[in-house]
């Protein structure tokens, strides 16, 4: 059957297994203080323009937000999401269980309304500062994924304006990018990876969803915050055999021009967007409806009811949600590792 | 000044002061294992008409809600809470530091909205149903106060209906009784006590704000649920001088009939409710615009922003949220200590 | 029946109940922001001889220890405590259910092994300085009991043997003074109050066994450290009606002349340790074997299980622990309230 | 240079790689709902001669522990470990930060002193059923590590007793298989892994440091025990691409026999066992002083200090502890994957 979804269904790109294969038998030290995570750090530091950022390669990405935020967030500090974020739905709790509240913001496809973040951000400050704090949740962190759940992006203004905010409110700004190679090499995509990282205080790079086994690789651009590696072994986040995480960045992030478009981390990221894009286009074509115009590998469409069961019979692909009485939402996702023959094989049968 | 801000502003009604006296130097059990809170806690249950629940005396309510709502939720279960509830914006967190994400739903003056309520549940179990829970936070929980931060009250048929919700859906029902009596006491309220005990699986029954020093009275209905003594220690909410609780709601909850109307609790919370409705008549007869219809001691006016700093200097109010550009909603409180000539006072100079 | 089982059984100095009598009708502001709060914090700060100190005013002892750790403990840090300390035996894990671990030390009579802590960390430091800190909790904070469990006192040498060790590992010196006033006030104790606050960098003053009905003072001495107000609002631990702690502290710390011997607080403090002391010394001369020199106002005695049902008929006292196969360490415990007549009875029937 | 300082320098077993290689354009359902770790659960329940055991597999050691106990634990209870236990020194305090005390147990060469733990228990027991267990915490767990952190292992008789003892008084027995496979392979043993499996409530298998890339299975035998996945996924332990896990673990532990003498995980156990036993007795032949008596891949010596550092040039080991003034005891591990010419080596330099 085909699959398209969700975009880690696959394995690796062959050359991270080649490699893992070709130093199995060397004896690496442990917790990520081994050459190949020193030689990944060196290289995303390169990419992002930072050559004093904090680097960690985490495991996943539910791991990778609890331990940015629980690492910045103290006492009665929140986190702004978009409602839609990851973190506010999709994780479980995960934050709340490390003590801190998700704040949610009015969002639309996925991406904050800036707005409406700016009128609550007001309305608390002119609260507070005469009431005072301590019965409040004080926003502190911004946290958005980029690209969104819906599959889309902010735009370099939209970045500049929320770092303004931030900086007005005293907040820090977080991008959670476990999809930030289907965002940046993006047709639809204006920021660049030193933009996100100068924008952003904290972001992380995300493997699993693009080429990796596994794995998250966090940029701590701002040089007043830190994530202590204390805190990153007492939430069972630190990998023992820490070099898979080296070997699996060094090879994805590794660009002998120093741009971020020569890795191959961003080669593959940029298949899954355009085979997406290629199909989007073929299914508006065939008549198919857009739920949003997502620029990304995240393709969503309004689909009849009636015709699900049969379709679902064919190809395996994500019931977003409910669009209304009778009809749904759906998403198919592509990957670093779909081909056109996959995608031609989808657009036949539909 | 004349001060309205709020209800916690005096000590304790003289027979509980004149009480403690009396026993002072008589030498209690610690902990509540005491007689006065056996006495207590005997009262309730009689008043609640429920032989067997489980009560509890604890200091405060951001206290009391960590302490019952930590004792029902585990792992990725969490709990629904008006957006507008005490324990989403006015207890810095509390919930959430204890691990549980609280979930806002639509509110309207204070209240839930039940069917937005019943609409996201419906979602969420459609959804989850399907692909699991592991990734979501499980509603298992509803929060509501009673009466609410807007002075508003449920009525019998709406607890009813929230009471076939949760269990349509495997919620517990807890009410949230800061201002219980202020509730209960008032001529705009069709619930009585036993019936507020049998639809809520727990409630508490507020003191801090009716009449003594402090202290909160919970009542665990459901035998299903229980709040272990070794939670309330480990969260620092066992008060070492148990009887000091004891006392006061020994005092407050004495009813030589069994009736609730005649406890010293209630005929002092209906002491406030009569001033504020009487405060609230007057105000409207004097022009001023009510922002809500609240039958308890809490009343709600629309004030022009103009008038706002002279009256500032002759009465303590509470700013409650900007109405818009130029008005302000603005909130007086009475409290069981609130005399006829105080309400006057305050009439004479509006 | 006599009891001499703890010292918190009965309820306040009467100076205190009259005044909150006499102000029970007055409007105060919340949350620990009314004039009796600020009057104490100054009384405190005099007496301490330290004007910049920060005074928090919190209910009980065990969510005092929680509030003041977690304000301190961050990541993998940790707290030392005698493994006799009260915050590693009796307060059911408040401090590891904040997420702090409580590092057990080598005890003897209630006070830390010095030697045997500084060898502790000496191996620690040896370790981790090479292999890193991240796989270990690093102890952060040793906490001491002022008095101990045990009634024993630590010396001005033995604070400034510890300061001096906590000022080389990087420790902060915190001490629970949950019976300080028995501690200061005993003739056995070469400390004075403003020492044991230089010496400290946070320590509190107990309310709830020395006058107060419930309470206690948190000095943090340290200008490096504070307590959050939002910190202790989300622990619950924030009193609605605040001025009521300021009200007890302010009538207790009173002094015209600034010295803490001038004190209600100590003065009655004194009574308790001075009936303790001739309590012992009678029982001594009865022939009852001390288990431990305790110069405060607990006393510990070796007794003859044999005895025991019967005493226990006439008497209440604490059953300590176990001394060996026939014999109990039995505790009796004087308080601020304890009488001349209450021990000559006790005497009587020895 | 050679290294000997841990059991986790390599990658995995060559057969695993392979495996992932040939399916890793395949597309696989995510959160480990894929066959393979099906298949890997089925052949685990096998090997342990239960059916009904739930299995999960996570990514690594703390994060097992944490998850594992914190789906145990609740509010004043806490779990009993070794003082030498990894729960209890090694892991930055993970348990404590899920809000869990961990009570230290008199230990001798890295095992519980059954005696002190039978009497720590019974003292506790005593003083609880009087006073109440609620200003405690009520051990809930014994957490054992097989092998132990020192190589040893706890014969099957010890294991009955714990399991008497927990039986006793209500405690769970959990053990820390991290490496497992060496302690079941071993000489030394005289525990079967259904034995294990049927005397432990829950216990894992680890992968990490025998043969896998990395991760661990948990089985939980006892069938009033669950893990939820709600909590995994919260703790950030749910690997997306769990199949990844399932892979490593089907191979490891398929076994046409039936027999888990016969698994890959076994036999590559062996292995290292052999090899480091045969390191011990030509070391011992040579004249070093064993510091404990280890049946299993750990072996420790008594080393001059001043031999140390020319030996360091040469091979890296574990400095494990200081043994006197004068002398360290040092560790050398072995793996699955050490190989004959490699201890050669090691011993022509020794």
Known sequence: ?????????????????????????DKNDGYGLDEYCESARENLRKLCCNDHAEVHFLVGGTQTNTVVLDSILRFNEGVLAASTGH?????????????????????????????????????????????????????????????????????????????SICDEYGLYLYADGARLGYGLSSPGCDVTLPELARLCDVFYLGGTKVGALFGEAVVVSN????????????????????????????????????????????????NAVDRALHLCAEMVAKGYEKYIDSPTNQQFFIADNAILPELSQKVAFDSFSAYDETHTVIRFCTSWATTAAQIDALLSLL
């Open 87 to 163: 973190i506010n739905v999709h994780e479980a709790g995960a934050i709340e269980a490390a003590g801190h509240k998700v704040i949610p913001l009015k969002a639309s496809n996925g991406k904050v309304d800036i707005a409406a973040m700016e009128r609550l951000l007001h309305l608390l400050k002119t609260e507070c500062d005469v009431v005072g704090w301590e019965h409040y949740v004080a926003p502190r962190v911004l946290y958005i994924s980029f690209p969104t759940e819906y599959g889309s992006l902010y735009t370099l203004a939209d970045l500049k304006q929320l770092r």
């Open 1 to 25: 059957m085909l699959k398209f979804s969700c975009d880690y269904m696959e394995g690796a790109h062959p050359e991270i297994l080649s490699r893992l294969s070709s130093i199995n038998f």
């Open 223 to 270: 040089p007043e915050l830190t994530i202590p590696r204390g805190l990153i072994k007492q939430r069972g986040a630190m990998l023992a055999k820490g070099w898979l995480l080296g070997v699996q960045f060094d090879t994805l992030l590794a660009s002998t021009t120093g741009r971020f478009e020569d890795t191959l981390y961003y080669r593959i990221a940029r």
